[in-house]
């Protein structure tokens, strides 16, 4: 396994510990997104050690796919739709995916963050059973006051989208 492809393979690490982290504690610690930014680099500085140094209309798509991702995902948190850490996480995921693979993971976590949210609004109208009532998280999940993790739709559909990005075939062919 090259260098290259064990760097890429850490990111789906660091999305499912965000996603855990947003589902338990309605937070994505900030060394998350910012591991996956240094991976990001670390990455790039990897490829050029393994004969693929990307040229500049390789990695500029990604950088303009953060660089969106981290103004949208700040306008969407300034207007209290989305927390931080998922605007971080959205900045930094579509760091890694691209421009080209950047709407359909809008779309893809739209859709799943939907879910997500009607699947919370069906179980806060129903009681938790009492033995999972004892887990504070799942306490936090079903009080009608909370939010939604969106973490969780946008590390899972950064997951769907990543194995069919170019930048995961030239870590895989290095």
Do not use: C
């Not at 948190?77 to 080209?100: N, P, Q, R, T, V």
């Not at 739209?110 to 998280?137: D, E, F, H, I, N």
């Not at 006051?145 to 769907?160: E, T």
């Amino acid at each position: 396994m090259t260098l290259p492809t064990m760097l890429i393979a850490t990111l789906p690490a660091l999305l499912i510990a965000a996603a855990l982290f947003d589902l338990t504690t309605y937070t994505i610690p900030n060394v998350l997104p910012a591991g996956m930014l240094l991976l990001f680099v670390l990455f790039l500085l990897a490829m050029a050690l393994v004969g693929h140094a990307l040229h500049w209309n390789e990695v500029s798509p990604h950088l303009i796919a953060g660089g969106l991702g981290l103004a949208v995902g700040m306008a969407m948190f300034a207007a209290g739709w989305i927390g931080g850490g998922d605007a971080k996480l959205f900045a930094m995921a579509s760091l890694w995916l691209g421009w080209d693979d950047m709407f359909s993971y809008a779309v893809i976590a739209s859709l799943l963050g939907g879910g997500l949210t009607l699947a919370l609004l069906m179980l806060r109208k129903v009681p938790l059973p009492k033995p999972l009532a004892k887990q504070v998280w799942l306490l936090h999940l079903a009080d009608p006051k909370s939010g939604v993790p969106y973490g969780v739709a946008l590390s899972i559909a950064a997951l769907f989208i990543l194995p069919t990005t170019e930048i995961f075939r030239l870590a895989a062919a290095s």
